[in-house]
């Protein structure tokens, strides 16, 4: 069960948000980075020197590759190890999957960025914010990345951070080490661990792939900058790069261009300091839970569950949220959280979100076990619902404004099952916007499939689009 990090102190959001700290979840990780672009305009007072901070180790980086003779020596091998950044998953932050668990930077990546610092500093351009961007250079890296790069550095600051938080707050705390310094940090009642706040004011959403072929806009600033370029390079650009762009060509490309690379550079430099909007929620990264929670507290799961459980009965359960899901949404209360103030659709996260949200609130009540994301090696499936390990079946949330909806359901869900070894799956589709050529298209697939094999994915399709209240329609 997603919980926040108030939830576990036992104080509330707004005492957090006063002193500044982000109200994460303690179990799962929330699509939040830290911006190294905020460090220098961040209000919180240990993250006073953040900046000039984060400089000076990347300045230790230049200088030690500026000394370098050839790849592999002394100095290459030190400046090396410095770009190896564990994750600090005590934070909540990140892209991981099912849990708060990440990769960070290893010796395998740190060894291909180091190459690539060194070539970029031959060609005589030695800024400090390429290691920002080295998300839009470096096949790999993104903006979570370049998170626990960022938190790795100034986990000094973060620490003396948590450690006031927590006496102002008066909640259980436990001790951490840093470099023989010890912080009394805020205490996760749970695992009896510490908890390492980040302030908010140095927060930004992580970009999020809306199908499968567009993967690479997770990587760092990859799309903004792209779009920054675009009217630089013009023409050349476009054919350069064609649908999608890979990081060598644009490497490539900047490198024999310094004063391109100076021009980009410089773009970013004067870009907005501004932090995530938490106020407002734009990507509804924090209001999911609780609209969720409400919603299944009023509309409680409806369902009688037979025990023990079978592959019918979960089925049967399956069905059921789905078919919650599917009223709550067109019933015109929980589409409103598809849609942003001005009716635009959000992206397809937020009916992930609010899925995932109904669908754990309706498995704690039955005792059953939902992994959000679950990644068994063929990619990420968005949820998995299981009872135990022989019982699992997966469920794969899309929008019809997704390009690749008929392929993931064709070609994509079944590798998800192969992977997680689940005997049902389902796809449920938001509609969202005139789309109904491609849901028709899709429902013609599924009939063709179930003629020539006796197993394909259940189909839902729910109606997310505005409508009017039932007093307008009927007038």
Not at 129 to 149: C, K, Y
Not at 252 to 265: A, G, I
Not at 418 to 445: C, P, W
Request: hydrophobic share 35%.
């Amino acid at each position: 069960m997603p919980t926040r990090i108030s939830t576990i102190l036992g104080v509330s959001t707004a005492k957090l948000e006063k002193l500044g700290a982000f109200d994460g979840f303690v179990d799962i990780d929330s699509r939040f980075h830290v911006d190294p672009h905020l460090l220098a305009a961040s209000a919180t007072p240990e993250l006073k020197d953040a900046r000039s901070h984060f400089e000076k180790h990347f300045r230790q980086i230049q200088k030690l590759l500026n000394h370098s003779k050839k790849a592999g020596d002394p100095f290459w091998r030190e400046a090396q190890s410095r770009l190896i950044f564990p994750e600090t998953k005590e934070t909540g932050l990140g892209y991981s999957k099912n849990d708060t668990g990440g990769s960070g930077i290893g010796p395998d990546l740190a060894a291909r960025l180091t190459a690539l610092a060194k070539q970029i500093l031959d060609a005589g351009i030695d800024d400090i914010e390429i290691f920002e961007l080295m998300g839009l250079f470096q096949e790999n890296v993104g903006a979570d990345r370049i998170s626990d790069m960022t938190v790795s550095i100034l986990l000094p600051q973060l620490l003396r951070f948590s450690e006031r938080v927590a006496k102002t707050l008066k909640v259980p705390t436990v001790s951490m080490q840093y470099d023989g310094t010890s912080f009394d940090v805020p205490k996760n009642t749970r695992t009896r661990k510490g908890l390492i706040l980040v302030p908010r004011d140095v927060l930004k959403t992580l970009p999020v792939a809306e199908d499968w072929s567009d993967i690479d806009r997770v990587s760092s600033h990859n799309a903004s900058l792209r779009r920054r370029v675009n009217p630089i390079i013009g023409a050349t650009w476009k054919r350069a790069t064609g649908r999608s762009v890979p990081k060598s060509t644009l490497r490539n490309t900047l490198l024999k261009n310094v004063e391109l690379f100076e021009e980009l550079l410089a773009k970013y430099r004067g870009k907005p300091k501004s932090s995530y909007d938490f106020v407002n929620d734009p990507d509804v990264q924090i209001v999911w839970h609780e609209i969720t929670r409400t919603l299944a507290a009023a509309a409680p799961f409806d369902f009688t569950i037979n025990t023990p459980l079978d592959p019918d009965e979960i089925k049967k359960v399956v069905g059921a949220i789905c078919a919650n899901f599917k009223r709550l949404v067109e019933d015109n209360r929980l589409s409103r959280l598809l849609h942003s103030d001005n009716g635009k659709p959000r992206r397809e996260k937020a009916a992930q979100l609010a899925f995932f949200g109904l669908a754990d609130a309706y498995c704690q009540a039955n005792d059953l076990d939902v992994s959000p994301e679950a990644d068994g090696g063929a990619g990420p499936v968005d949820f998995k619902l299981s009872v135990g390990y022989q019982y699992r079946s997966t469920v794969e949330v899309k929008l019809s404004t997704n390009k690749d909806l008929v392929k993931g359901f064709e070609v994509q869900l079944p590798g998800y099952d192969k992977a997680e070894r689940a005997f049902h799956s389902t796809y449920l589709v938001v509609q969202m916007g005139s789309n109904d050529e491609r849901i028709k298209n899709l429902r013609k697939g599924r009939e063709a499939a179930l003629k020539k094999q006796s197993r394909v994915p259940d189909l839902v399709v729910v109606d997310g689009r505005l409508q009017k209240s039932a007093s307008k329609r009927a007038r």
